[in-house]
């Protein structure tokens, strides 16, 4: 069974930096194509980056430049690394597993991480 | 950026009626489009993608349809479960982008 248990929210200052991990079971990490996913409180979501199987990473225009994506292999682990955070960035964060193969879909998804960014 | 805009925002349906929601973009999509549900407090449930493919275990009563710049879900009888938001999402470019969502209220 897949399952994706996100970690390392909290309330941090903006400016600041932030890891939050993605613990998965049930499969690879490294075999998939994996993606993160932001909802803010009470609104729409928005994809914020991609970590394809082969390496390659992809980002939404509002965290390119200060966000990057990775993986532990070893430990089963997608993590985002978020730097200079701004209050906008404050959402409940969600890693999510692509289709088999690799659609650039959001079929499997953890329940999140919250991340608040204020002064 | 390919923009996402869903219509309407609400749409308040009775159970055992059809839902109709759309989904524009702003360029053609190729036939890339999926539509999430999502209630309250849960995470999105994945129900439709390739415009027209159901995901597994989602009810044949979901139908997805449309081509270019135009989308449309249907819920052919809407059950009591079914009141949510839905959102569409374009994977034909970068970035990836979401429409607003349509909430389906009770009416």
Redesign the interface.
């Known amino acids: 069974e897949v399952q994706l248990v996100e970690s390392g929210g909290g309330l941090v200052r903006p400016g600041r930096s932030l890891r939050l991990s993605c613990a998965a079971s049930g499969f690879t990490v490294s075999s998939v194509h994996m993606s993160w996913v932001r909802q803010a409180p009470g609104k729409?979501?928005?994809?914020v980056s991609?970590l394809y199987s082969d390496g390659r990473t992809?980002?939404?225009?509002s965290v390119k430049g200060r966000f990057i994506v990775s993986r532990d292999d070893s430990k089963n682990i997608l993590y985002l690394q978020m730097n200079t955070l701004r209050p906008e960035d404050t959402a409940l964060y969600?890693c999510a597993k692509d289709?088999p193969g690799g659609?650039?879909?959001?079929?499997s998804?953890?329940?999140?991480t919250l991340v608040t960014v204020s002064s | 950026e390919i923009v996402m805009t869903q219509s309407p925002a609400t749409l308040s349906v009775s159970p055992g009626e059809r839902a109709t929601l759309s989904c524009r973009a702003t360029q053609s999509l190729n036939s890339f489009l999926a539509w999430y549900q999502q209630k309250p407090g849960q995470v999105p449930r994945l129900l439709i993608y390739d415009t027209s493919t159901r995901a597994t275990g989602v009810p044949a009563r979901f139908s997805g349809s449309g081509s270019g710049t135009e989308f449309t879900l249907t819920i052919s009888s809407l059950q009591s479960e079914d009141f949510a938001v839905y959102y569409c999402q374009q994977y034909n470019g970068w970035p990836l982008t979401f429409g607003g969502g349509t909430k389906v209220e009770v009416k």
């Open positions: 729409g979501l928005e994809w991609f992809f980002y939404g225009d969600h289709l659609r650039n879909l959001f079929p998804w953890g329940q999140g």
